[in-house]
Every structure is written in structure tokens, then in C-alpha cells.
């Protein structure tokens, strides 16, 4: 079943250059676009440019193709044929949750459908359980005091180059089980949300890791990236079980490092790197004894006193 319904209700001419009016309908919302053609080939060439450079393997529509001879605009007929080829590609293209998380993609989606894509996948709990609240915050307290020391020793030792203050990490991996299968081994995967109640178990192989640290790669960061766990030269993992679990070892710590850099966490590689994992991955929901521990990891550091620690409560249940 099609999420988005694409339609073209007219076009217009200005500065001799045709527009056309695209009408994008979901259950509750629509939004109006008005598009050229040389616009959407723009958005077909970054497409495809991000399904080879993320390696998605997507089999995408193809784009209509221009004229030969002559100019569309000087004859209506083709001007209507061309408005219907833009209007399929652009239905086929929206109806791909896999690319829904690129900024130029999300750009063409009605705001409410946004709103509640957003929503579902940060499994929003609106519950609220004064109880549980200052649960939350004397473990707040106690993990200030626990953390003051720490913090203070790991301030003076901060590398330069990654200089990160005031982030706290919400994302954290865990692997603990790995499976081998033909001649790779694939590496089980548990991603923890600190601001939601919900884990996300996903499969993974070194491969796919790799592929994602060297988009990385590629742009500019002011922070110095982590070092990727390098291959054997000699032989494979898979034929010991002793460096398989310290290539899961030297994965885990990998990914918690590159997820405690904000700039890294909001790179489109890695937007697109959780995006994908809350779509596709397995959603384990947490206790509340669980939550009230990984909301206290988030101190780290800074002066506590209550109305810090009321508004990190409230950023939590309005995230």
C-alpha cells in the first residue's frame, strides 16, 4: 500500500521556463510543490549518488529523459506527457521508506506525516509517573556526587581536537553474540535510546561498519574520527573465535565513541545509520528500573541543582 499520492493539478510558465504544481497527499496532510524538471533530475543524480555511495541497492525508477529535438514548452501535448512521467517517478521515489530519512527527500513529505514518523520512531511515552519522576531525580543526585571527581579528571584530559562539552551521549551499542553464516560472521547488535524507553536489536557484519565509518570519512569534521578496527593480513577472523570476539570488543568500542561526538551523531551518514536501524531493527521496550539508570548516566558532569534536573526530566518525556 502507497503511503504518499503524488498528483499534478497544473503548471505554469515563468521566465520562459515551465513549473509544475505537485500535489503530495498522505492519510492526514498534502503539500504543494511547485518543480521544474531540471529540479527533479537534480533530485534523481543525488538519489542515485546516495544509493551507490550508502550502498543501499535500491532499484530505483528511471527518470524521464529530455527531448532530442525540440522543447517541450512549445507543444501542450508534451507538456502533459512530461507532467505525467514526473508525477509517477515522484510518487515511485517518495513511496521508498529506506531514503525518507535524506534532508532533500523529507523536503517533498506533508509536515503531519513527518510529525508522526518522527513520533514512531522515537516511541514518544506520554505516561507520567510523579513516582517514578523523583526516582529519577535522587539518581540524579547520587550520580552527580559518584561522577564529580571523574568529571573534573576528565575534563583536564580531554584530547585536543575533541573538544565535545555539554553533549551527552544518547546513543549506546552493545554486542554480545555474533553468528557465523557461509564465511562472514554477522555481529548482533542492541542499540540503547538514553531518552526513550525502547532498545533496538539489529544484525550487522564488519563490512557494513566499515562502509559506514568510510562515509565518514569524507567530510570535514572538526573532530578527529576514532581509528575503525583494521582487517587481519594474514587469514580471516572467522577462523578464530578468540579474534572474533576481539574484533566484537574493538566494534562496540568503535561505534560508543564515534556516538559521543555531536558533530559525528548529527552527520547524515549516522542519521541515516539510526534511522534505518529503528525502521528495520527489533524494538525491545525497558523497564522502569532500567529507564531510571540510563537517565542518571547522563550526568556527567556540570553543577546539579533541581530545575537542571526538572528540565532534563522534561526535555525527556517531550523528545
Known amino acids: 500500500m502507497m503511503r504518499y499520492v503524488v498528483a499534478i493539478n497544473d503548471y505554469e510558465t515563468r521566465n520562459d521556463v515551465i513549473y509544475y504544481n505537485f500535489h503530495i497527499n ?19 543524480e543525488l538519489l542515485q549518488s546516495k544509493n551507490n555511495e550508502f550502498k543501499l541497492k535500491l532499484t530505483l525508477p528511471r527518470f524521464p529523459k529530455k527531448k532530442i529535438f525540440g522543447r517541450t514548452k512549445n507543444s501542450q501535448s508534451d507538456v502533459k506527457n ?11 521515489i517518495l513511496n521508498i521508506p529506506t531514503i525518507w530519512s535524506f534532508q532533500f527527500i523529507r523536503e517533498y513529505l506533508p509536515k503531519v506525516q513527518l510529525l508522526e514518523e518522527t513520533c514512531r520512531l522515537q516511541q514518544i511515552n506520554t505516561e507520567y509517573s510523579k513516582d517514578l519522576c523523583w526516582l529519577q531525580m535522587d539518581e540524579l543526585k547520587k550520580s552527580f556526587l559518584q561522577r564529580q571527581e571523574l568529571f573534573q579528571s576528565n575534563k583536564k584530559n580531554k584530547q585536543k581536537g575533541n573538544n565535545n562539552s555539554g553533549y551527552y551521549q544518547r546513543y549506546h551499542f552493545t554486542i554480545n553474540e555474533f ?20 532498545k533496538y536489536q539489529f544484525e550487522t557484519r564488519y563490512s557494513n561498519l566499515r562502509d559506514c565509518h568510510k562515509l565518514l570519512e569524507k567530510y570535514q569534521f572538526k573532530n578527529f574520527l576514532p581509528q575503525f578496527p583494521k582487517r ?7 577462523d578464530n573465535p578468540q579474534q572474533i570476539q576481539d574484533r566484537q570488543e574493538q566494534l562496540q568500542r568503535y561505534l560508543n ?5 555531536q558533530e559525528f551523531v548529527e552527520s547524515e551518514p549516522l542519521v541515516y545509520f539510526i534511522t534505518r536501524i529503528k525502521l528495520e531493527g527489533k524494538s525491545i521496550r525497558q523497564g522502569q528500573a532500567e529507564r531510571v539508570s540510563q537517565f542518571s548516566q547522563q550526568v556527567n558532569g556540570s553543577s546539579f541543582n533541581i530545575s537542571q534536573g526538572i528540565e532534563e526530566l522534561r526535555q525527556q518525556k517531550s523528545f
Open 26 to 44: 498522505c492519510q492526514k496532510d498534502f503539500k504543494s510543490v511547485h518543480k521544474r524538471y531540471s529540479d527533479l533530475k537534480a533530485l534523481n
Open 82 to 92: 512530461r507532467a505525467q512521467e514526473l508525477q509517477q517517478y515522484l510518487e515511485a
Open 179 to 198: 553468528t557465523i553464516q557461509n564465511d562472514f560472521v554477522q555481529y548482533l547488535v542492541i542499540l540503547t535510546d538514553t531518552k526513550k524507553t525502547t
Open 232 to 238: 587481519r593480513l594474514i587469514g580471516q577472523t572467522i
Open 257 to 261: 565513541q564515534i556516538f559521543s561526538v
